[in-house]
């Protein structure tokens, strides 16, 4: 599972499709916008924002991360990865099915 804030809904919208059209990642949630507040260049930002949970595979994680920085606005976007401690083996086996490998085969994880 990858996190990743957009600033609006338009980017939010975008970055979902590619990365589900380029299966990249089997979906993408987009979460209703909330208020982010963080440091940056020394100041206190504040800034609404759109949460992305993006489901994929660990294998495609460093090509994930690139075109994320490539499709993403923000100078440096959050993206983290968090591990997945246990899921439905179905679901599991679903999003495996629905993501190339990084060889560019499906289901290959």
């Given at each position: 599972?990858?996190?990743?804030?957009?600033?609006?809904?338009?980017?939010?919208?975008?970055?979902?499709?590619?990365?589900?059209?380029?299966?990249?990642?089997?979906?993408v949630n987009i979460l209703?916008?909330?208020r982010s507040v963080y440091?940056?260049?020394?100041?206190?930002?504040?800034?609404?924002?759109?949460?992305?949970?993006?489901?994929?595979?660990?294998?495609?994680?460093?090509?994930?991360?690139?075109?994320?920085?490539?499709?993403?606005?923000?100078?440096?976007?959050?993206?983290?990865?968090?591990?997945?401690?246990?899921?439905?083996?179905?679901?599991?086996?679903?999003?495996?099915?629905?993501?190339?490998?990084?060889?560019?085969?499906?289901?290959?994880?």
């Amino acid at each position: 599972m990858v996190v990743c804030n957009a600033p609006d809904q338009p980017v939010a919208e975008r970055i979902a499709a590619a990365l589900v059209d380029e299966r990249l990642a089997a979906c993408v949630n987009i979460l209703a916008p909330c208020r982010s507040v963080y440091r940056w260049q020394d100041q206190v930002e504040r800034a609404e924002e759109i949460p992305l949970l993006i489901k994929t595979r660990r294998d495609v994680y460093d090509r994930l991360e690139w075109r994320l920085t490539q499709l993403h606005p923000y100078q440096v976007p959050e993206i983290v990865a968090l591990p997945l401690a246990r899921g439905l083996p179905a679901y599991l086996t679903w999003v495996s099915d629905s993501v190339l490998s990084s060889g560019g085969e499906r289901g290959a994880s």
